[in-house]
């Protein structure tokens, strides 16, 4: 039995403000991951959750998935798929009955009984999936009628074992849940919206299963034992998920029962790949002579100065020639101290001092006036107060500048409005 592990799809998802389907990202993977099933015919095909990226996905998104089911339809490929916890489980196993007669199942409501679906190998054996949505232990309490269910761990394995379950055959649960080995995790992209340590799952809850194809964490990798297995995203959702392992699928092949399982992944590389560029300005720019690549997502950090209109206009422009398109331009200068000539000291700029320098930066040189001061005095004790909240991310720096950036903006509005009234 050789089955196809996919998950995280997001289909629909946007980069930095950058449709994947407009721009074609994720009907190539589409494309190609057709091709590669075409290849391999595969007995199944699963798709482990987070289909779309949105519990209410664009009609481009839906378009680009029913192409997706279609192909595999007239490859005669079953699939397999569950709701993940971008989906919405109601819309997606919309006309469920009809496509289980296409052999397309789906479940994306959570019941006392478990979908699955016996598969019967060309050699004469058979291979069960369990198809279990995302879930959490306030459902699975109502479901059950057990309101002792208040973790996850407890409340999976409640679950598993209402279940009429033959182990003496191989049986594989298709799950996308937070699993992790000991209450240990791998380290995440930032993409994934879930909280480090919430909703954790032991992978020992899954003994028994011959294979656990997993969906949730982008990464790929196993949990526990090497029968335990996040296929990971198809494509980086975010410039921290590129230090993951190569994307694509997973391709799985069962013996008898008892025998090792392989799992070897099918990389499918990316339409647009993503890189990260970080340096001093002059650094940056010697890099951009010495690599030619084109048509990438690129994250450029700067650690040597301030990103002015000019830098900026610069690098996007030039690897704009290149087909290539900068999706986050940062700096990490931190020119934060200044020297007091009278008394020969070194002090810390103020907040208020950070919105003057950025003031002036933006208004060619001019000089904020008295209102403008005390707009920035009032923004600079908000930051301080929200500087003492634990688990503050962003630097004062970036909060002035997008503060400005509002300011900028209001002012923009109000004298088009003025314009406006004077025409009139």
């Keep these: 039995m050789r089955f196809l592990h996919l998950a995280d799809l997001h289909f629909g998802k946007s980069l930095h403000g950058v449709s994947l389907i407009d721009n074609k990202d994720q009907e190539y993977f589409v494309d190609q991951f057709l091709k590669k099933a075409e290849e391999l015919q595969p007995d199944a095909v699963v798709i482990a959750g987070d289909v779309y990226d949105r519990s209410a996905p664009s009609g481009e998104a839906v378009r680009l998935f029913d192409r997706f089911l279609t192909r595999l339809e007239k490859m005669k490929i079953p699939v397999m798929m569950v709701a993940g916890n971008h989906d919405s489980g ?11 007669k296409q052999n397309i199942y789906i479940a994306g409501i959570l ?13 004469g054996g058979e291979v069960t999936f369990w198809l279990l949505p995302y879930l959490f232990p306030a459902l699975v309490a109502q479901v059950l009628e057990d309101p002792s269910l208040c973790d996850y761990g407890s409340a999976v394995a409640k ?23 000991d209450g240990r995790e791998v380290e995440r992209g930032g993409s994934e919206s879930m909280v480090g340590g919430v909703g954790q799952v032991d992978y020992r809850i899954f003994d028994g299963f011959d294979y656990v194809a997993l969906g949730h964490i982008h990464s790929s990798y196993h949990v ?75 994250r450029i950090v700067i650690n040597d100065r301030r990103i002015t209109p000019e830098i900026a206009e610069l690098l996007r422009s030039a690897f704009s020639e290149r087909g290539s398109l900068v999706m986050e331009l940062v700096s990490e200068f931190r020119d934060s101290f200044f020297a007091d000539t009278k008394n ?40 301080r107060s929200a500087d003492l909240l634990e688990g503050r991310e962003e630097s004062l720096e970036n909060d002035a500048k997008k503060l400005l950036d509002f300011i900028l903006k209001q002012e923009e509005f109000k004298g088009g409005m003025e314009d406006e009234a004077d025409r009139a």
Excluded: W
Excluded at 282 to 295: C, D, H, P, S, V
Excluded at 352 to 372: H, N, Q, T, V
């Design 159 to 181: 679950l598993l074992e209402q279940q009429k379950i033959d182990f003496s055959k191989r049986n594989v649960l298709v799950a996308h849940q937070n699993v992790t080995a």
């Design 90 to 100: 109601q819309k997606l196993s919309f006309a469920g009955e009809i496509l289980a």
């Design 344 to 383: 020969g000291e070194v002090k810390e700029k103020s907040i208020e001092e950070y919105f003057a320098e950025l003031y002036i930066e933006r208004r060619d040189r001019a000089e904020p006036g008295e209102k403008d001061r005390e707009l920035f005095h009032f923004a600079a004790e908000r930051v």
């Design 224 to 298: 526990g034992r090497r029968q335990v297995r996040y296929a990971g995203s198809p494509l980086c959702y975010h410039f921290d998920e590129i230090k993951q392992p190569a994307k694509g699928f997973l391709l799985v092949e069962m013996g008898e029962k008892g025998e090792e399982i392989k799992v070897e992944t099918v990389e499918i590389p990316p339409l647009h790949p993503m890189r990260e560029i970080r340096g001093s300005f002059e650094e940056i720019k010697r890099q951009m002579q010495e690599n030619g690549a084109r048509g990438e997502y690129l």
């Design 111 to 123: 019941n006392r009984k478990i979908s699955h679906i016996t598969i019967p190998e060309k050699d």
